[in-house]
């Protein structure tokens, strides 16, 4: 099982569908991962007859046809052959031993201050994971998938949300996703990012997980610098093909 298909489990959605074993997602038009298709394997059809399928699903839901494809892949090159040369989302996918990375983490993030792990959507995540504010689809976003999903939450002295994160746990593959990281703008620069991944990777190593990944954009430069810190190496870059 590659990295784009144990991704695709961590990722949740409104909707979707599949043509073959490519799955098609739909949210509202809001992030890409969970508005595109993602070729898990064969479609059934040729590949213009499955991209002229996957146009109109999109369109019956008033979304832009995507699909997700590994950056320079025989798939995402063929794509673009056919005419579709325009992408959006680039990414890299990242991914690390969850047990070496935990090790760092536990050595230096703050060890008198613990995360709050939960396994519901804490009410307050948005006020910090301010992607998300006021988007109706983004809790169904956030609590689906094909995995275990935990969410962490460091809290200040007054109860106020100041660091936040979510862990997809996949047994099956033993990998885990981090994602939806945040902290509250007057909370940065204080290690609480460390604390918040230290003990989701704690919580996914209980659950046996051996491996942990992550999705960052390009041009994030202290996001990239913490997780390469931590043994994180690119796995791929990847994008959305425009149909």
Not at 48 to 53: D, G, I, K, N, V
Not at 55 to 76: H, I, K
Not at 135 to 141: H, L, S, T, V
Request: glycine share 10%; net charge negative; with cysteine.
């Amino acid at each position: 099982m590659d990295l784009q298909a144990i991704a695709a489990t961590g990722w949740g959605y409104v909707e979707h569908a599949y043509i073959g074993e490519w799955e098609l997602r739909a949210s509202g038009g809001h992030t890409s991962r969970a508005n595109c298709a993602l070729p898990l394997g064969d479609s059934g059809m040729p590949l213009p007859q499955t991209l002229e399928a996957v146009r109109e699903w999109f369109t019956g839901r008033g979304l832009s046809a995507r699909v997700q494809t590994v950056d320079g892949s025989a798939l995402d090159q063929a794509i673009a052959e056919l005419g579709h040369a325009g992408t959006d989302g680039p990414a890299l996918r990242q991914s690390a031993p969850l047990l070496p990375a935990l090790e760092i983490l536990r050595a230096t993030a703050d060890p008198s201050r613990n995360a709050e792990i939960t396994k519901e959507l804490p009410e307050d995540y948005f006020t910090v994971y301010r992607r998300g504010l006021g988007i109706p689809e983004f809790p169904a976003i956030l609590t689906t998938g094909n995995a275990e999903i935990a969410f962490a939450v460091v809290r200040g002295d007054n109860g106020e949300a100041l660091c936040v994160g979510r862990a997809a746990v996949d047994t099956r593959s033993r990998h885990a996703g981090i994602a939806a990281l945040g902290t509250a703008e007057h909370a940065r620069r204080r290690g609480l990012a460390r604390i918040v991944m230290r003990d989701l990777l704690a919580f996914s190593a209980e659950h046996g997980v051996e491996s942990a990944y992550l999705e960052v954009e390009e041009q994030n430069v202290p996001a990239r610098a913490l997780y390469e810190s931590l043994g994180f190496r690119t796995a791929h870059r990847y994008h959305c093909r425009l149909l």
